[in-house]
């Protein structure tokens, strides 16, 4: 395994100072919902309540755990299926509730741990693309970053997920900047394989997503081999054993079996015309055009044309289905888009792209937010903005020299994933709280491009003096 | 190896086992399938074409309903015991010598939810694919190609 770099003395001061800066503000949220400052907008555990809705579904569910665990056991408690956060919450909420109450400052130490875990991995990632230096900056920008921030003193998952993410972005970094041996590339895998587990425990609609972050470090590595011209044996393993166990997972996850409907059958069943138990959800039925009537499934060009119109109407359904969760939300973009086809799909990808980097779009930062007001959409309004030049600024990052293919790789999953959140989520909200992970690595590069720019200019300050000094020398030469 | 690396492992091991206790924010990824009995075709009958059902709902089925229209009835569950987890397919096939013209669908969610369908004409139809989408409001469509 990469020795990780934790921690240079500077790297540890920043990681203390972010971690009283987060207690300070996880107890001042608290103090100020129990004096009710401000009763509209912070309840009295310390929930905000316009951006971090859903931390009362997990609050109320963390609670409802504690009740099994006090009174069935903790074997009850260990079989109820309830996502990962919330178990651990349910146990600090177990321990601490009594006295700080079942709120945030009782889940404070699996958020600390959270947070100081994405600004301990952007410290590594930004050693990793750069030097110490620009993780440092980068590792600053992120724990300040005053969304982010406030996210991370909820009861969410967001954090829990991003720190995964960063933790799986950084193995697969590695890949590109270290040379294993056996012993590292076993530890490696492992460790990416526990966070590419957890994160599908946490989010397991991101399965593309991962296996897309597997295929641009694997396809990568495969560059850096021709690039140094030799054989990266170990470090091939871990990536070729994961992408090989994804495929066949999301291939196996698609397969259902085969059921037999008889005709006539031999069992009435319940009554159409009768009562029924249940809620009807309202239904409509759509003949499509048969798209696959040219196509040969037999042959492999068939297949994949198949697949690809699966996929994209897949896509498509995960788009309808947030379109439907968002319905009565005040910021849906594109609602009326439908993938039908991959052709369709491919069309809507520069869009998709301009949604995902770079909305909220300028035009509605003054406009009130239905649930965040117009503080919330001034703040987002200003966040983005400083991330249009973060965004150019890693552009730099990547195009200039040095040339890292580790920065290329961060790059890579910025552009591919939030993509990907512009295809499939049609609401810009939930785009803005999904798209931190992706922001994370953009700081990173962005650091990394503004040290190439001041680098660049501090060149040619260097020059243009040493031309003067050399200009001003020239007659004195002469003259002697 | 340093502390932190031990820390690291330790956390993600903790992580992972309260994992496994826990379920993934869907209910299930994996196609889980149990045998049907009744579902099994006898030597005597005839297998038949039929249609891949796609769910892309969003949540597991547990009951899929098949019936000719003029049935009273919604007969028996195809997927008996199964569920029919969401991005997952189930290919069903018609075991008799004639089938009739229209069909009548139904499918019921674990949480108590269900969307019907009437007089489906299913000739020549080889995928029925779910989806939620939004026609004012959340509405189940089952596209037919």
């Known amino acids: 395994m990469a020795r990780l770099p934790f921690f240079s003395s500077a790297g540890r001061r920043l990681l203390l100072a972010a971690a009283l800066l987060h207690i300070t503000l996880a107890l001042g949220l608290f103090w100020a919902g129990r004096m009710q400052l401000a009763p509209g907008s912070i309840d009295r555990d310390g929930i905000v309540t316009s951006f971090a809705f859903d931390s009362y579904e997990y609050q109320h569910n963390s609670m409802r755990l504690v009740e099994v665990y006090r009174q069935r056991g903790i074997a009850a408690w260990a079989r109820e299926p309830e996502l990962v956060h919330v178990k651990v919450i349910s146990i600090l909420f177990a321990l601490l509730g009594p006295l700080f109450g079942y709120g945030p400052l009782t889940a404070e130490p699996f958020n600390l741990l959270c947070y100081l875990s994405v600004i301990g991995l952007t410290l590594a990632l930004g050693k990793e693309i750069g030097n110490a230096r620009i993780g440092q900056l980068a590792a600053g920008v992120v724990a300040l970053w005053p969304s982010l921030l406030l996210h991370s003193l909820q009861l969410l998952k967001d954090p829990l997920f991003i720190a995964l993410a960063l933790a799986l972005v950084f193995c697969v970094t590695s890949w590109l900047t270290k040379t294993y041996s056996a012993r590292r590339a076993i530890i490696t895998g492992a460790i990416t394989l526990c966070a590419i587990l957890l994160l599908l425990f946490v989010r397991s609609p991101f399965s593309i997503a991962i296996l897309g972050v597997l295929l641009f470090g694997f396809a990568l590595l495969v560059l850096r081999q021709l690039v140094e011209r030799r054989p990266l044996y170990w470090n091939m393993v871990g990536p070729l054993f994961l992408i090989f166990a994804g495929v066949l997972l999301l291939t196996l996850q698609t397969t259902g079996g085969q059921r037999f409907k008889h005709y006539p059958s031999n069992e009435a069943g319940e009554a159409k015309a009768g009562p029924n138990r249940g809620i009807q959800v309202p239904a409509t039925a759509s003949y499509l055009p048969r798209t696959n009537v040219d196509r040969s499934p037999a042959t492999y060009t068939g297949r994949l044309s198949d697949r690809s119109h699966r996929m994209a109407l897949r896509i498509g359904s995960v788009r309808s289905r947030f379109s439907a969760n968002y319905s009565k939300s005040g910021s849906n973009i594109d609602t009326d888009v439908r993938f039908r086809d991959l052709n369709g799909l491919l069309s809507y990808l520069p869009r998709a792209f301009a949604i995902g980097c770079c909305a909220p779009f300028p035009a509605t930062w003054l406009v009130a937010g239905q649930r965040v007001g117009s503080p919330g959409k001034l703040l987002s309004g200003a966040e983005t903005l400083v991330m249009y030049v973060i965004g150019l600024l890693a552009l730099f990052a990547v195009v200039r020299p040095p040339h890292r293919l580790s920065a290329l790789l961060l790059l890579s999953i910025t552009i591919f994933g939030v993509t990907l959140l512009g295809l499939v989520v049609p609401n810009v909200g939930a785009v803005y709280r999904l798209r931190y992970m992706f922001w994370v690595l953009l700081i990173i590069l962005g650091v990394k491009g503004l040290e190439v720019i001041s680098g660049s200019v501090r060149h040619w300050f260097y020059s243009r003096r040493t031309q003067m000094v050399s200009a001003a020398d020239e007659p004195v030469v002469q003259e002697n | ?145």
């Open chain 2, 1 to 145: 190896m340093n502390k932190v690396f031990k820390t690291t492992v330790v956390t993600l091991a903790c992580l992972l086992a309260i994992s496994c206790s826990s379920r993934t924010d869907r209910d299930g990824t994996t196609g889980r399938e149990s045998s049907s009995a009744q579902g099994t075709p006898t030597a005597s009958s005839t297998v038949g074409p039929g249609f891949d059902l796609v769910n892309f709902t969003g949540s597991n089925i547990q009951a899929v309903y098949l019936s000719p229209g003029d049935s009273t009835g919604w007969e028996e569950n195809i997927l008996g015991t199964g569920i029919l987890d969401d991005g997952a397919t189930v290919d069903i096939r018609f075991v008799s010598n004639e089938t009739p013209a229209l069909w009548d669908l139904k499918v019921v969610a674990p949480t108590g939810y269900y969307a019907e369908w009437k007089g489906l004409d299913l000739r020549g139809v080889s995928r029925v694919t779910l989806a939620i989408t939004l026609i004012d409001e959340p509405t189940v469509v089952a596209e037919f190609e």
